[in-house]
């Protein structure tokens, strides 16, 4: 079954650049989440869409970007980078928002992005 | 935010059953209990949900008691491969998980 794809897997900035990481998610899926990982850290929420409208928002820095488009692919605009950025960033779909419906998110396999 | 309690670490032995505890004492009656683990940097990957009732998938079974205070995630026969964080998830009315600091569940020879 198709899964959330993610790109790149592995990005490399130096200080001070821009990044844009992209998802695909699931087929017919609708809302897309974003995660933070820093070492040794747990996932923090960044920002979900729904139907293209930004729906919740979490933790993300002003320097961070955000959207979601017509075929519900998302990017996530990085700029300005910081080493602190230096984390996983994960997608997540799901039909519809979790708080309404009995759904589930399913998660990418992350982009791993090094600002150096 | 999500406000649940899971033990740090927990270990098991290799085909036995992994018993998983949740504590999620402020839950309302709406709100779904996840699972979710994630093994070593890669994506979380989704186990199981329940709102009220046991739920029982090909990954693992999902205990909720009564009151909805407490759950338990079931990995019936252990493997190697099972090793990894795991983290118990309530929505408490927002539209995203929030992650907590999960159970790291060690599967040993």
């Known amino acids: 079954a198709a899964g959330v794809i993610q790109s790149p897997r592995h990005l490399i900035k130096e200080k001070r650049e821009t990044a844009t990481l992209k998802c695909y998610p699931i087929?017919?899926?609708?809302?897309v989440y974003w995660y933070q990982q820093g070492p040794g850290q747990d996932p923090q929420f960044l920002i979900s869409f729904y139907e293209k409208m930004q729906s919740d928002k979490g933790s993300i820095p002003d320097r961070f970007s955000a959207q979601q488009f017509s075929d519900y692919h998302s990017e996530l605009n990085m700029s300005s980078l910081e080493l602190g950025d230096s984390a996983l960033y994960f997608c997540a779909s799901s039909l519809g928002v979790l708080l309404s419906l009995d759904t589930e998110a399913f998660f990418g396999q992350g982009t791993r992005l090094t600002v150096v | 935010d999500a406000k649940t309690t899971q033990p740090p670490s927990m270990d098991c032995a290799e085909g036995r059953a992994a018993n998983l505890p949740c504590n999620h004492s402020?839950?309302?009656?709406?709100?779904?209990v996840y699972w979710y683990r994630q093994i070593h940097s890669q994506g979380p990957q989704y186990i199981i949900h329940g709102l009220k009732n046991n739920e029982t998938n090909e990954m693992a079974s999902l205990i909720i008691t009564e009151d909805r205070k407490s759950s338990t995630l079931i990995l019936p026969h252990a493997t190697l491969r099972d090793t990894a964080v795991y983290y118990c998830?309530?929505?408490?009315?927002?539209?995203?998980?929030?992650f907590g600091t999960g159970t790291r569940l060690q599967v040993f020879p």
């Open positions: 998830i309530v929505s408490y009315n927002t539209d995203k998980l929030i």
């Open positions: 402020t839950i309302s009656g709406n709100e779904y």
């Open positions: 087929p017919r899926h609708d809302t």
